[in-house]
């Protein structure tokens, strides 16, 4: 194993990697350059670079053409086609060069795997900054890639490859983009300022990002497209100008203890995407919704905290079969949770606090399930629904709102039951062009207007309710009313009147209260 010094004993460096043999190391000298470029065809060479020669003005600045073994570390390579190029080429080491000003890749491999790409900086080059094409199972850990034309890494059908640790910053398209690239691994890079997204999916699958910094894209700061089965955990995504994380048709994902915050559009979007798993994020800040599902069905969101956004805290629009059970919805500037033209989703022991106007509004969706939910202090109603039907609302709390605890509003068929509601600021459960509606052994106390109101709504049944020390009536069907059927409540010390409904147009039985208008429809009192 010898020693070869360019330019001392050999003028070019490529005279010196002709005359090595494996396991020669070839010294290259500043004083020397700058130097054209060199093709490297023998296996386990270490070419070094002494005080950072500059190697220029050549199609390849090194050329790796089906070697391995062989490291090329401590060089200036500047102004070439590709800066240092690896094709068909294992088990190599680039080292702490600077690749700069090439007029398309900084460092690229084409069929190229197990080599470690480490330490370098790749920098205003006219494409990318690294480039991997059916390269599998390397290793890009330390570098600093920025100011790249277009992507500052880009992997084509290439798998297995571990990304950690770089830093990509001030590319003109996407910090890393994965296109048709599966199991690789994106861990802890500080990917920020990009003129797109931050991180791209394309038809990518199977693939972890993990505990990154992804900040300041002009875009997304993760965008996954056609992407399915990958893992989205524990990253800090912030301050992008649109999503911070954004799946379109992206299904069977796992998006876990990210901290979404400060993006200019929704924390998280779903897209047609189905099947994913939205768990333990906290998503805050955001300019427009928290987090928004569109078109996407079948995905669950569990313990999330969602908090201080400027719409809603989350949103499902025409989303089918979500299930959202334990998350914290609270201090949004709209509805903490709103439902519009979406079907059979399932809202569970949800806690639903401290938004602006409603906690939980449906709005155009039937057959919704929303179950042993805490929803309280919100601006406007606790659970608003509209124009809505088949809907079952059963053992949630809902306590201290500003207006009503549950609206009704020209919607039918819906079955609130065994909900406690108290301490809103008008009615308990209000009824309002609302027909064929089921209210069975709901708990209605010390609201600050009636108890339960019916106003312009028939056909429906108020049975077996507990309603108590409302500030106005206990239950009160208007004139407007009719049809209803009214039996087996207790309504008892109401500041006005316990039970207000006319027996001529609705049916009235075996109600416990104290007071009725018109009187005599007290079974009994206590």
């Known amino acids: 194993m010898n020693t070869l010094i360019v330019p001392t004993e050999f003028p070019t460096i490529q005279e010196a990697v002709n005359s090595a043999n494996p396991g020669d190391t070839i010294e290259v000298l500043v004083s020397g350059g700058p130097y054209a470029g060199t093709t490297v065809s023998t296996n386990d060479l270490f070419l070094k670079g002494i005080g950072n020669p500059v190697v220029e003005g050549s199609n390849n600045g ?45 460092i690229s491999l084409l ?117 399915n089965d990958n893992w989205i955990e524990k990253n800090t995504v912030q301050n992008n100008d649109l999503n911070g994380i954004n799946l379109l048709i992206g299904n069977n994902n796992t998006i876990e203890e990210n901290t979404i915050q400060n993006n200019g559009s929704d924390g998280i979007g779903l897209e047609r995407s189905d099947n994913n798993t939205l768990e333990r994020n906290t998503v805050q800040n955001n300019v427009f919704d928290g987090i928004e599902l569109e078109r996407s069905d079948n995905n669950r969101l569990e313990k999330n905290t969602v908090q201080n956004n400027v719409f809603d805290g989350i949103e499902l629009e025409g989303s089918d079969n979500n299930a959202l059970e334990k998350n914290t919805v609270q201090n949004n500037v709209f509805d903490g949770i709103e439902l519009e ?28 399930t929303l179950e042993k939910n805490t929803v309280q202090n919100n601006g406007f109603d606790g659970i608003e629904v509209e124009v809505s039907r088949d ?33 809103n600021g008008f009615d308990g459960i209000e009824l309002e062009i609302s027909h064929d509606n089921v209210l069975e052994r709901n708990t209605v106390l010390n609201n600050g207007s009636d108890g339960i109101e019916l106003e312009g709504s028939d056909n429906n049944t108020l049975e077996r309710n507990t309603v ?51 009187a005599g429809q007290c079974e009994s009192g206590c």
Request: glycine letters at 6%; one cysteine or more.
């Open 341 to 368: 033209g979406s079907f059979n989703n399932t809202l569970e022991r949800n806690t639903v606090q401290n938004n602006s106007v409603d906690g939980i509004e449906l709005l155009g969706s039937f057959n919704n």
């Open 62 to 106: 090194f050329f790796l053409n089906g070697v391995s073994g062989v490291t090329i570390k401590g060089f200036t390579i500047q102004n070439s086609v590709h800066g240092i190029n690896l094709s068909s080429s294992n088990n190599n080491t680039i080292e702490k060069n600077t690749v700069q000003n090439n007029s398309v890749s900084g």
């Open 468 to 518: 108590s020390n409302n500030k106005v009536n206990g239950i009160d069907v208007t004139s407007t009313s009719e049809q209803n059927i009214v039996i087996k409540n207790t309504a008892l010390d109401n500041d006005d009147i316990d039970l207000v409904v006319d027996p001529n147009t609705n049916t009235v039985a075996n109600n416990v209260c104290n007071t009725s208008d018109p």
């Open 391 to 423: 809907n079952t609302l059963e053992k949630n709390t809902v306590q201290n709102n500003g207006s009503d605890g549950i609206e009704l509003e020209v919607s039918h068929d819906n079955t609130l039951e065994k909900n406690t509601v108290l301490n």
């Open 111 to 227: 069929n190229s795997a197990n080599n470690m790409i480490e330490n370098n900086i790749s920098q205003e080059n006219s494409v990318d900054g690294i480039n991997l094409s059916s390269s599998n199972n390397n290793i890009l850990e330390k570098n600093t890639v920025q100011n790249n034309s277009v992507q500052g890494i880009w992997l084509s059908s290439s798998n297995n490859n571990t990304i950690e640790k770089n830093t990509f910053q001030n590319n003109s398209i996407h910090g890393i983009t994965l296109a048709s690239s599966n199991d690789n691994r994106i861990e802890k890079n500080t990917v920020q300022n990009n003129s797109v997204s931050g991180v791209t999916l394309a038809s990518s699958n199977n693939n972890t990002i993990e505990k990154n910094i992804i900040e300041n894209n002009d875009l997304n700061g993760i965008t996954l497209m056609t992407s």
